[in-house]
């Protein structure tokens, strides 16, 4: 899992192979830090498929305003850095998988 910073942001989306969720959370969100442990099976799950990327709300404004993040938890799903998919709140770790299976095949 990449924990990510606004200066990190291009050099790990951007050039990444695989597509990646990114994961916007805060700590003192209850919500976000559900979240946590189903991002963790999920990587687990789509090792060699995904990335998942972590973005903590606080130390990242850049890339909150980059994508114009109002939720938490939300979830994006991109590849090559462009929006494929947005996942509001928390979910099971085997619906997100199911509901990523689609844009990762092939």
Do not use: Q
């Not at 790990?12 to 099976?41: N, Q, W, Y």
């Not at 890339?63 to 114009?68: F, K, S, T």
């Amino acid at each position: 899992m990449i924990l990510l910073s606004d200066r990190s942001y291009d050099r790990e989306i951007l050039t990444a192979d695989l597509p990646v969720l990114l994961a916007f959370g805060a700590p003192d969100d209850g919500p976000s830090r559900a979240l946590g442990g189903v991002m963790a099976e999920v990587e687990h799950t789509l090792a060699g498929k995904i990335e998942v990327a972590v973005v903590n709300v606080p130390d990242c404004p850049g890339i909150v305003a980059r994508w114009g993040v109002t939720r938490l938890p939300t979830l994006l799903l991109l590849r090559e850095g462009i929006l494929e998919r947005v996942f509001l709140g928390v979910r099971p770790a085997k619906r997100i998988v199911a509901d990523l299976e689609p844009y990762l095949a092939g």
